[in-house]
């Protein structure tokens, strides 16, 4: 047998030790392409972590090697890490080589592509998506969902949103209204899914609502005849009417939008979708117990709430007021509005005079809540005291004297003077001028007095009547001639009706003719009444002087003297009787002004 040298040996030695490394690398490869055979770029799988360093996280996927990602894909926006050893994360195979093993890992993109497939799912079954509001972009919001989407402006809200600035940084929940995958775009719409929601609400609401319900809700809108509230997915309607038992000028005076307030359901319309709601039922109506709290008589303090050209309202409580009439409002002053004496706001006293709480109406009275001047001044004063005052008005039929603060007589034109005859007050009176009269009369409810300045001054016609009887002749000046006589002056201011039948015809002129006025005529005296102040006189068989007129004074100044009508004598003759009752003219308007 053949000897083998010692490098003959080695050089066998280590073809087996090749052949066997051979087998060997032969072996691995078949098992790593027996591992990794089902694995391809773009697979997602799920890896554990079982290293981090400051620079990458190792994660094992259960094969023959392990992959090297990057830290900075597993720190949130902070900056802190967001996995440890242990942890199950899900990676994206970006690169494999079967022949090496080498395989290179990407949570990022392993996480958008995971992002990509729960939006797809999102978007077919219509479920919403939860995402924050990262900016304002041209024409909406950018909204990050795991990728960037879009929330059209108009699609915000269920109302117009003026500042979508306001939703920055937001966590909101939206619908996709439309996916595009390979284009990256998807577009979110809030107001969709809010209308899901408001209808469901809606019917829960309208399910649970009862009329007499107590329910708190938030205020929507404010207008001039309500305000709408929102109860849970419905804007209920308050009216106007049901806010307060009292006046409400305006809504907005008690709410204002964005307020929670307490309301009670009045009625409920399922099929409309509608709900009436009350706020003023809430507490007790405040005319139940009016009468009692309220009673005739009764001085109260209250606010002026409104003005009329009728009255004044004024309120007592919230939800009572009551009506001051123009009438009502002073004692003294004739007052044609309220607005020149009141103002709304205004605090006042007053008297409650009537009471209708079935038809919750209040009467009451300015006035009566003050001292009546008219009563003050008739328990100190009686008919035929003498006062003084200062001429207020003066007016054709007399002039009106203050006696008192918000207190005026009146000196009919007939009362100034006995003697004079006067055709306006002017003639013997001015304004502010003080005067003293006597009082005739004195009406404290209808608030008339009568005054008389002549009474304080000598009475002519009393002098020429007790110095004279009937059957005296005596001479006189015709002041005017009627159809029924002449009217003769005695003296100054005494006057006396020759009827014409007492008239001897000398001449067949008219009576104007024969006897012209301011002509001396001698005449008989045939009645003297003192009640009535009336003289009659006859002509008849009396010689007459000759024609003449007084000479103090000329046939015109002497009509314009006299004027019309005759006060101080006349005959019993039926047109003598009409004549004096021209005394009287202008009385009836006593208490009146021009």
């Given at each position: 047998m053949g000897i083998?040298?010692?490098?003959?040996?080695?050089?066998?030695?280590?073809?087996?030790?090749?052949q066997a490394a051979k087998e060997n690398r032969e072996s691995l490869r078949e098992l790593m392409a027996e591992s990794f055979g089902h694995l391809q770029a773009g697979d997602v799988i799920t890896g554990m972590v079982v290293a981090v360093t400051e620079d990458a996280v190792v994660v094992d996927v259960s094969f023959k090697t392990e992959g090297v990602i990057p830290r900075s894909e597993f720190l949130d926006r902070a900056g802190n890490l967001t996995v440890k050893v242990?942890?199950?994360?899900?990676?994206?195979?970006?690169?494999?080589?079967?022949?090496?093993?080498?395989?290179?890992?990407?949570?990022?993109?392993?996480?958008?592509?995971?992002?990509?497939?729960?939006?797809?799912?999102?978007?077919?079954?219509?479920?919403?998506?939860?995402?924050?509001?990262?900016?304002?972009?041209?024409?909406?919001?950018?909204?990050?969902?795991?990728?960037?989407?879009?929330?059209?402006?108009s699609l915000v809200d269920l109302r117009p949103i003026r500042r979508l600035e306001d939703y920055v940084g937001q966590d909101i929940?939206?619908?996709?209204?439309?996916?595009?995958?390979?284009?990256?775009?998807?577009?979110?719409?809030?107001?969709?899914?809010?209308?899901?929601?408001?209808?469901?609400?809606?019917?829960?609401?309208l399910a649970r609502l009862e009329e007499g319900m107590l329910v708190t809700g938030t205020v929507k809108n404010v207008t001039?005849?309500?305000?709408?509230?929102?109860?849970?997915?419905?804007?209920?309607?308050?009216?106007?009417?049901?806010?307060?038992?009292g006046r409400v000028g305006h809504p907005s005076e008690y709410f204002k939008v964005g307020d929670e307030a307490k309301v009670v359901v009045l009625k409920v319309d399922r099929d409309k979708g509608?709900?009436?709601?009350?706020?003023?039922?809430?507490?007790?109506?405040?005319?139940?117990?009016?009468?009692?709290?309220?009673?005739?008589?009764?001085?109260?303090?209250?606010?002026?709430?409104?003005?009329?050209?009728?009255?004044?309202?004024?309120?007592?409580?919230?939800?009572?007021?009551?009506?001051?009439?123009?009438?009502?409002?002073?004692?003294?002053?004739?007052?044609?509005?309220?607005?020149g004496l009141l103002h709304v706001g205004q605090e006042v006293d007053v008297v409650v005079t009537e009471v209708d709480a079935p038809r919750r109406r209040l009467s009451l009275s300015l006035r009566q809540a003050e001292p009546n001047p008219w009563e003050e001044f008739a328990a100190t004063h009686r008919v035929g005291q003498k006062v003084s005052g200062k001429v207020r008005n003066l007016t054709e039929f007399g002039a009106f004297v203050e006696l008192a603060p918000g207190v005026d007589g009146l000196v009919h034109i007939s009362d100034l003077t006995w003697s004079r005859r006067i055709s306006h007050p002017s003639e013997v009176l001015q304004k502010g001028q003080e005067v003293e009269a006597i009082i005739t009369a004195l009406d404290v409810v209808n608030q008339r007095i009568s005054l008389s300045i002549k009474e304080l001054l000598p009475n002519e016609w009393d002098t020429f009547a007790t110095g004279h009887q009937v059957g005296d002749e005596v001479d006189g000046y015709v002041t005017n001639v009627t159809d029924f006589g002449l009217f003769v002056e005695l003296a100054p201011g005494v006057e006396g009706l020759?009827?014409?039948?007492?008239?001897?015809?000398l001449t067949s002129g008219s009576l104007a003719e024969e006897f012209p006025k301011g002509r001396k005529v001698r005449c008989r005296l045939i009645r003297l009444d003192f009640a009535e102040r009336r003289i009659g006189l006859s002509l008849r068989g009396i010689p007459q002087p000759e024609p003449s007129v007084d000479p103090g004074d000329g046939s015109s100044k002497k009509a314009k003297r006299m004027g019309t009508g005759r006060r101080q004598a006349l005959s019993g003759a039926p047109e003598a009787e009409q004549a004096n009752e021209e005394?009287?003219?202008?009385?009836?308007?006593?208490?009146?002004?021009?």
């Amino acid at each position: 047998m053949g000897i083998i040298s010692n490098g003959e040996a080695k050089t066998g030695q280590g073809f087996v030790r090749d052949q066997a490394a051979k087998e060997n690398r032969e072996s691995l490869r078949e098992l790593m392409a027996e591992s990794f055979g089902h694995l391809q770029a773009g697979d997602v799988i799920t890896g554990m972590v079982v290293a981090v360093t400051e620079d990458a996280v190792v994660v094992d996927v259960s094969f023959k090697t392990e992959g090297v990602i990057p830290r900075s894909e597993f720190l949130d926006r902070a900056g802190n890490l967001t996995v440890k050893v242990g942890d199950e994360v899900d990676v994206l195979v970006e690169k494999f080589d079967p022949s090496t093993g080498e395989i290179k890992l990407s949570r990022e993109r392993a996480a958008r592509l995971r992002v990509w497939e729960v939006l797809e799912t999102a978007y077919r079954e219509k479920a919403p998506v939860r995402g924050r509001v990262l900016e304002r972009v041209k024409g909406g919001l950018s909204v990050d969902i795991g990728v960037r989407a879009f929330l059209p402006g108009s699609l915000v809200d269920l109302r117009p949103i003026r500042r979508l600035e306001d939703y920055v940084g937001q966590d909101i929940e939206a619908r996709i209204i439309n996916f595009d995958r390979r284009r990256n775009n998807v577009v979110l719409s809030r107001k969709a899914l809010l209308e899901e929601q408001l209808v469901q609400q809606r019917q829960e609401t309208l399910a649970r609502l009862e009329e007499g319900m107590l329910v708190t809700g938030t205020v929507k809108n404010v207008t001039d005849y309500g305000v709408f509230i929102d109860v849970g997915g419905i804007d209920g309607l308050l009216h106007v009417t049901d806010i307060s038992w009292g006046r409400v000028g305006h809504p907005s005076e008690y709410f204002k939008v964005g307020d929670e307030a307490k309301v009670v359901v009045l009625k409920v319309d399922r099929d409309k979708g509608r709900v009436s709601l009350g706020y003023r039922q809430r507490f007790e109506d405040p005319w139940t117990h009016v009468e009692a709290k309220y009673p005739i008589g009764k001085k109260v303090r209250g606010k002026v709430t409104s003005l009329a050209e009728y009255g004044a309202f004024v309120e007592l409580e919230e939800g009572v007021e009551g009506l001051v009439h123009v009438s009502e409002l002073s004692w003294t002053k004739k007052v044609k509005s309220p607005k020149g004496l009141l103002h709304v706001g205004q605090e006042v006293d007053v008297v409650v005079t009537e009471v209708d709480a079935p038809r919750r109406r209040l009467s009451l009275s300015l006035r009566q809540a003050e001292p009546n001047p008219w009563e003050e001044f008739a328990a100190t004063h009686r008919v035929g005291q003498k006062v003084s005052g200062k001429v207020r008005n003066l007016t054709e039929f007399g002039a009106f004297v203050e006696l008192a603060p918000g207190v005026d007589g009146l000196v009919h034109i007939s009362d100034l003077t006995w003697s004079r005859r006067i055709s306006h007050p002017s003639e013997v009176l001015q304004k502010g001028q003080e005067v003293e009269a006597i009082i005739t009369a004195l009406d404290v409810v209808n608030q008339r007095i009568s005054l008389s300045i002549k009474e304080l001054l000598p009475n002519e016609w009393d002098t020429f009547a007790t110095g004279h009887q009937v059957g005296d002749e005596v001479d006189g000046y015709v002041t005017n001639v009627t159809d029924f006589g002449l009217f003769v002056e005695l003296a100054p201011g005494v006057e006396g009706l020759c009827h014409v039948s007492e008239v001897e015809r000398l001449t067949s002129g008219s009576l104007a003719e024969e006897f012209p006025k301011g002509r001396k005529v001698r005449c008989r005296l045939i009645r003297l009444d003192f009640a009535e102040r009336r003289i009659g006189l006859s002509l008849r068989g009396i010689p007459q002087p000759e024609p003449s007129v007084d000479p103090g004074d000329g046939s015109s100044k002497k009509a314009k003297r006299m004027g019309t009508g005759r006060r101080q004598a006349l005959s019993g003759a039926p047109e003598a009787e009409q004549a004096n009752e021209e005394r009287g003219e202008g009385k009836a308007s006593e208490g009146e002004e021009s």
